[in-house]
């Protein structure tokens, strides 16, 4: 799986995911880019998740043209160490393959 880290979350995640490809959006020179266009690039390089921490992307763009899941990891604060909770759940979820386009919610705990 081909995985971008939204610039919102901590670059250290990127640990988390280790049998993964995984990129930063600043690795991608893609800082600043809005959400519609940032999800159209994705499709470009071939990126299959999109893992952010902005809880109202699911609100701003119409999914159901975009062949890009999106992981949103809901948490109380963005910090490694709080997030880094959610990985186990997301790595299950990814080890299964299969990823569906649109949002899947990870809640702590």
Known sequence: MKLLLDENLPKKLKLDFPLQEIFTVSEMSWQGTKNG??????????????????????????????TIAVFVLNASINTYNILTKLSPKINAKLDTGEINPGITIFKEN
């Open 37 to 66: 266009e940032l999800l159209k690039l994705m499709i470009q390089e071939n990126f299959d998740v999109l893992l952010t921490f902005d809880k109202n992307l699911q609100y701003q763009q119409n999914f159901e043209k975009y």
